[in-house]
């Protein structure tokens, strides 16, 4: 008995450090504009997004193109403008590329985005609000085979695909660390880093000592102002909304009818709690 308790008990620290690590230390999260969620041409619109951005790499096998009629579209409107890797609407939303071919190019198979948004949910935010901060915070870094590199997910693999639309940022990047003796591994000091990346990918570094005070070891990087899309800031953030959008209602294409369907449940509950209360009285009345 002893040892199953301390076995749960491992299990159940090795549980919470791996959520401590995978939620916590990241860059932080914007919220996602959720009203999206219940707004039909943003959706669609963010289907469209999905299919001639994502769908090109990035499978959706959980979904097939029929639910779209969900979000308004017809069965001709997805034929003519949506159905590109597939012959009919019934089909699930998956890419030609093959995996052998997709880990040759990109050193792995890119993540199926079913179920993205539930699978990024943490302490920090929803699987929503990461997408929707992750999608918008690219920035140039010729160190990256790739050529961008990413706030949200550091080192990513994958290129900013939207680059077009949203233009090229740069980024400011600031550490300070502690200086150790190499003999005694004591701290003698602390220095300052400062790499500033253009919106180019050329990046320069200036390294400083900290004479005074008490500084905190860290890492900040703040991303400096896109140029060069096809979009403002602004409305660049609008159809990223839109895209996570669809992405979110992927993940969970029922939920809106399951919240529908529920406020009726809650209202048959209470009309029948109503009515057994009543009977309950009728039935004990006459009963001393």
């Not at 193109?65 to 009919?88: C, H, P, S, V």
């Not at 920035?139 to 961008?148: E, K, L, N, Q």
């Not at 600031?174 to 003796?181: F, G, T």
């Not at 899309?229 to 909304?241: K, R």
Request: charged share 20%.
């Amino acid at each position: 008995m002893k040892k199953i308790f301390r076995i749960a008990a491992a299990l159940l620290t090795f549980a919470s450090l791996s959520t401590a690590q995978a939620a916590g230390g990241g860059y932080p999260l914007d919220h996602f504009p959720v009203e999206k969620l219940t707004d039909q041409a943003a959706l669609q619109r963010g289907a469209k997004l999905f299919v001639n951005y994502c769908l090109n790499c990035h499978a959706a096998s959980s979904m097939r193109y029929n639910r779209l009629t969900d979000i308004g579209l017809t069965d001709e409107q997805i034929k003519a403008n949506l159905l590109f890797t597939a012959d009919k609407v019934g089909e699930q939303m998956k890419i030609a590329m093959a995996p052998a071919d997709a880990k040759s190019w990109f050193g792995a198979l890119p993540p199926d985005l079913s179920i993205i948004t539930r699978s990024r949910s943490s302490s920090d935010g929803s699987g929503s609000d990461w997408l929707y901060t992750y999608l918008r915070t690219y920035y140039r870094d010729a160190s990256r085979p790739t050529g961008w590199n990413n706030a949200v997910f550091p080192s990513v693999g994958m290129p900013h695909v939207l680059w077009q639309l949203q233009g090229a940022r740069g980024a400011t990047i600031e550490e300070v660390r502690a200086v150790k003796d190499a003999k005694t591994g004591q701290v003698s000091g602390f220095q300052k880093t400062v790499t500033t990346i253009e919106p180019s990918g050329l990046s320069s570094t200036a390294v400083t000592k900290i004479a005074d005070g008490n500084p905190h070891e860290g890492r900040t990087l703040t991303l400096g102002k896109a140029q060069g899309g096809q979009m403002s800031q602004p409305q660049y953030d609008e159809a990223i909304a839109d895209l996570v959008a669809y992405v979110t209602y992927m993940s969970d294409p029922t939920a809106k009818t399951r919240t529908r369907m529920g406020v009726w449940v809650l209202i048959f509950l209470s009309f029948f709690t109503v009515l057994a209360w009543w009977l309950n009285r009728e039935y004990w009345k006459d009963v001393k």
